[in-house]
Structures are given as C-alpha cells and as structure tokens.
C-alpha cells in the first residue's frame, strides 16, 4: 500500500529555515507525481511545490524565491528546502502523490492527488 510520511516541521522565527522530508513506500516512485500542500484552520488547502517524474518543477508564487522543492528516487524521498521563512507560512504541511501522467495544469490541484502524508506543523512567529 501507498503510505506517505513528513518529518522536519517545527518552531522558527521569522527569517529562519527549516527543511521538510516525506519519506514514501509500496509505490514505484519514479512513475509518480509529487508536491507539497500546506493547510491553515477554516482555509482551504493550498498547493506549494511540486516536481514530476520527469523533474519539472512548480511554485506557487508566495514562496518562489524562498522555497526549494527536491527528490531522491534511490530513497524515495521528497524533501521542501524553506528559508527566509515568514509568518503567513504558518500552516501543516503535507506531502501528496499520484501516478503518471503528471499534467502541469494539476500540479496544485488537491483533488487530483489520491495519496497523502498526516502532515507536519509548521509554525513562524516572533
């Protein structure tokens, strides 16, 4: 079975980093779509980053600039590089796949994604 798992959340203040793992098993990895979503209380669920099998990469805008999105097949691992990190990043963040094809127009596209992590907090503040 498809099982997702993030690690890396935490505490920082503004300005500071953190890096995000999603570490994946029971699927073929390389033939998968991957991203990251993040989620705040009473708001819906925003795309952040994604890199397709293929090793396309997409941003939403809030965080091009400041946020890095990478994979390790021989792992199978997904990582979130966050720096200059800013109050409204605030959310738990989760990692997401399905299986090829991997169309650009549902990189962030919630619904398209049938497999999820349990997600992990991130908190900035002051």
């Known amino acids: 079975q498809i099982q997702l798992a993030e690690t890396g959340g935490g505490s920082v203040q503004p300005g500071g980093s953190l890096r995000l793992s999603c570490e994946a098993s029971?699927?073929?990895?390389?033939?998968?779509?991957l991203a990251w979503f993040r989620q705040v209380p009473g708001k819906e669920r925003e795309g952040v980053a994604s890199i397709f099998k293929d090793g396309t990469i997409g941003y939403a805008d809030s965080v091009k600039g400041r946020f890095t999105v990478s994979k390790d097949n021989a792992k199978k691992t997904l990582y979130l590089k966050m720096d200059d990190l800013k109050p409204e990043d605030t959310a738990v963040y989760y990692c997401?796949?399905?299986?090829?094809?991997?169309?650009?127009?549902?990189?962030?596209?919630?619904?398209?994604?049938?497999?999820w992590g349990q997600g992990t907090q991130v908190t900035v503040s002051s």
């Open positions: 997401a796949t399905r299986s090829a094809p991997c169309f650009d127009f549902q990189r962030f596209d919630g619904r398209s994604y049938p497999y």
């Open positions: 029971g699927f073929a990895y390389v033939n998968f779509c």
